[in-house]
């Protein structure tokens, strides 16, 4: 009796422990709301101005911003059969919250008329917006639901869309700098996933036979795995350099697309070539004999046994390459490369702060995109027995 009276509290241990992840997402998102400056007020779109807290200036979004978020700090103490949906909801709510408080703040602060003011968002905004994903993403993580994350974005995104009509989110100087920018800004960022994909796609063509060759060959693995690691390791501003002199002296151009393109293959390289190398030569002796026995061929071998299996780590190093190429695409700028670093170096170039958050935030939003897109590729195309364990189904 004592036994069985003593397992239903063994049966949902969640139930009594507080969710560390979603509730330090909820303690820093506190943290900027009331110790740092949330906007700040500048009379023209490079000077200095003044910094204000939330309180001083969202009025009563301000107070529904706190609110709200001490309703998702609770949230990490519901039961967990509740929390996982229970933290989605307050980090929706909250982010809400915090758009519209933007807003307020915003509308409260612009002076009527044509001016050259501006209200930029501050640090205790930013480290709100990094605590409320905290959040989000642990919610994802709990609720395991995918019902539950898609109805989370569809509402995140109808928030910001009211933010953006209808609460004052438009005035933001970062809205500003769009709506001067906004042709060039959708061909940059339309030329930047061009550049990323095709730099991976080269790199995947080159890297995934390379791996297996490596798995296979001793010579080739000692002089593919140490190369592609030493390209890794060369600044990308060097790399550029170094690639300047071989593509003059082929005829090739030397400034624009094309170095760009051959840096990001280079850089794709070596999560490709390494993960397919350990997934090939990571495969079970006992599944290649059971190949062999069948009367499989060496091909037919790697492509109905070591290949599949290997599958989830060749993945994984697309995942990697993508999300690496995303940042490093952002230097080729330098090189002539029409992509979204264009926006930063212009921006730094006219000491204008949300000049470069409208080139580096869309970079953030795609290295998720791929990041997440990746994983619901490997969701669908391997077999459940032999996918990598994610860090949630490790703690389930």
């Not at 004052?168 to 809205?175: E, P, V």
């Not at 002796?285 to 109905?304: E, K, P, T, V, Y």
């Not at 997440?372 to 490790?394: D, F, N, T």
Request: with cysteine; charged share 10%.
């Amino acid at each position: 009796m004592a036994i069985a009276s003593a397992m239903p509290s063994e049966s949902y241990p969640s139930a009594k422990v507080v969710d560390r992840a979603a509730s330090a997402g909820a303690v820093v998102a506190l943290a900027g709301c009331l110790l740092l400056p949330f906007v700040e007020f500048r009379p023209n779109r490079i000077v200095d101005g003044r910094l204000l807290h939330l309180l001083q200036c969202a009025g009563v979004w301000g107070w529904v911003l706190l609110a709200v978020l001490l309703l998702s700090l609770g949230a990490a103490l519901l039961p967990g059969r509740y929390r996982g949906r229970g933290l989605l909801a307050g980090a929706v709510l909250s982010f809400g919250a915090l758009l519209f408080a933007l807003g307020s703040a915003t509308t409260k602060l612009m002076p009527a008329g044509d001016t050259p003011a501006r209200v930029s968002i501050a640090g205790g905004a930013w480290i709100a917006l990094v605590g409320i994903a905290m959040i989000w993403f642990q919610g994802n993580r709990v609720a395991r639901s995918h019902k539950a994350s898609a109805a989370a974005a569809l509402t995140g995104t109808a928030l910001l869309v009211a933010a953006w009509w209808f609460g004052g989110l438009s005035q933001l100087s970062l809205a500003v700098e769009y709506r001067a920018q906004a042709d060039t800004f959708w061909q940059l960022t339309y030329s930047h996933v061009l550049l990323v994909l095709g730099g991976t796609l080269i790199a995947t063509v080159i890297g995934i036979p390379l791996g297996i060759v490596a798995a296979r060959s001793g010579f080739a693995r000692a002089v593919a795995i140490p190369v592609v690691g030493i390209i890794q390791t060369i600044p990308s501003l060097a790399l550029y350099g170094l690639l300047v002199i071989p593509l003059a002296a082929l005829g090739l151009p030397t400034l624009g697309t094309v170095p760009a393109l051959i840096a990001l293959t280079l850089y794709a390289l070596l999560p490709i070539v390494r993960n397919t190398f350990l997934g090939v030569s990571g495969v079970d002796a006992s599944s290649i004999d059971a190949g062999l026995g069948m009367g499989m061929s060496r091909r037919q071998l790697l492509w109905r046994v070591e290949f599949p299996l290997a599958l989830p780590l060749v993945l994984e190093g697309l995942r990697a390459a993508l999300v690496l190429t995303i940042g490093i695409a952002a230097v080729m700028a330098i090189a002539g490369a029409q992509d979204l670093g264009t926006l930063i170096f212009l921006g730094w170039g006219s000491i204008a702060v949300d000049l470069v958050l409208l080139g580096a935030i869309p970079m953030v939003v795609l290295s998720i995109i791929a990041d997440q897109g990746m994983r619901a590729l490997e969701s669908v195309v391997v077999s459940p027995g032999i996918r990598i364990p994610r860090e949630e189904e490790l703690s389930a």
